[in-house]
Nanobody, 112 residues
Framework: QVQLVESGGGLVQAGGSLRLSCAVS????????LAWFRQAPVKEREMVAR????????YVSDSVKGRFTISRDNARNTVYLQMNNLKPEDTAVYYC?????WGKGTQVTVSS
């Protein structure tokens, strides 16, 4: 059983930055492909970024390319999402995912 706990969300002004964390337990992240998703009100959940088990960033959504970066700290068994130059349209609940496992999410709100 893999457990995922997100943190780091909050309220930020447009142009600001946040770093989300996803603490993973139950399995080493060095064996996992991990992804960040987000879901805004009345919208479908969408993948934002994904990192291969090797640590290579294997996918970034066009809507966040150049602004968001996914990374991992194997020693802490944690995955991060660095979000820069945030825009109001980035407002959503952000979820960490691997295989069939999901965290409960962390709210990000960007004010204009």
């Amino acid at each position: 059983q893999v457990q995922l706990v997100e943190s780091g969300g909050g309220l930020v002004q447009a142009g600001g930055s946040l770093r989300l964390s996803c603490a993973v337990s139950g399995r080493s992240i060095t064996t996992l492909q991990l992804a960040w998703f987000r879901q805004a009100p009345v919208k479908e959940r969408e993948m934002v970024a994904r990192t291969h088990w090797s640590g290579v960033q294997s996918y970034v959504s066009d809507s966040v390319k150049g602004r968001f970066t996914i990374s991992r700290d194997n020693a802490r068994n944690t995955v991060y999402l660095q979000m820069n130059n945030l825009k109001p349209e980035d407002t959503a609940v952000y979820y960490c995912n691997t295989q069939a496992f999901w965290g409960k999410g962390t709210q990000v709100t960007v004010s204009s």
